[in-house]
């Protein structure tokens, strides 16, 4: 029996990179699956964002495991779709137990070159997009009076400065205040709440920021090897699924309002 069977997982960001990851490991534990994506480019960040077909893919993985998987094209920015997508989750499967908020992007600017419009959308998808999917699963999650798990994905740029990131860096720090906050009220009700704070991740947003940054994708790579202790240059997304995996299991089931760092020893330097 898996660490996870009988429970339901609600992700956003699922269709590929870190969602994929915690869709996917987590339906080898014995979850089922509700993946919510966008599937469409936004404005900002200034490189492609998941497709529909990314989507899908997660979902086919997912039931390579038996178990069941739920696709939702949602923006976590927009409330009614935020609501449909848990009304059709909890229609769906009866429950939510874990909630994984990890829809994110990312991009770089120097701080005084970031426009009001870039400012926006990283705040509202990294940040508000996690307040809503909030919004929406926890009074479910206190219905059931089962307790439940919930896990933010933040950063190691949500625990110090990054130069050329500030917008993102504030967002991240923002979702940690969240957790913190929401640990304090769930508690009493059997809700862990954590964070995590990866280093960078080998995912396609690598490629699309280096885009952006009109780098050579090697050169941002190289550069962030220089900030890790461990020897290092990106992190799997394996890595961060298997650290998402433990505080949602009964392993970790008195760990809340912690800030668990996946980040090769970056945080030493």
């Known amino acids: 029996m898996g660490k996870l069977e009988g429970k339901v997982a609600f992700i956003t960001g699922a269709a590929r990179g870190q969602g994929r990851a915690h869709a996917v490991l987590m339906a080898r534990e014995g979850a089922d699956i509700a993946a919510l994506d ?16 990314d989507l899908e893919e997660t979902v086919r993985q997912v039931r390579e495991y038996g178990r069941q998987a739920l696709e939702l094209v949602a923006d976590v920015r927009d409330s009614a779709a935020m609501a449909a997508a848990v009304e059709k989750t909890i229609a769906t499967f009866g ?53 439940g798990s919930i896990v933010m994905t933040s950063s190691v740029a949500g625990l110090r400065g990054e130069p050329g990131m500030a917008h993102y860096c504030a967002s991240k720090w923002g979702v940690v205040g969240l957790a913190n906050s929401l640990a304090h009220e769930l508690a009493p ?25 009109d780098m050579a994708t090697e050169d941002l790579v190289e ?26 299991s009964g392993e970790a089931r008195y760990v809340t309002g912690q800030k668990l760092n996946i980040d090769a020893g970056r945080m030493l330097k």
């Open 38 to 53: 966008i599937c469409r480019d936004l404005p900002y960040p200034r490189y492609s964002l998941a497709m529909r077909s």
């Open 95 to 147: 429950h939510i137990d874990i909630l994984i908020c990890n829809a994110g992007i990312a991009d770089m600017a120097l701080t005084w070159d970031i426009t009001e419009e870039w400012w926006d959308m990283m705040l509202d998808v990294n940040l508000k997009g996690y307040w809503l999917a909030v919004k929406y699963v926890v009074p479910r999650m206190l219905a059931q009076g089962t307790g």
């Open 189 to 213: 009700h059997h809700i862990t709440v954590n964070t995590l704070h990866p280093t960078a991740v080998d995912t396609d947003i690598i490629t699309g920021m280096a885009q952006a940054a």
């Open 223 to 248: 550069f962030i090897r220089h900030g890790n202790a461990l020897p290092v240059k990106l992190i799997d997304v394996e890595d961060v699924a298997k650290a998402a995996l433990w505080l949602v």
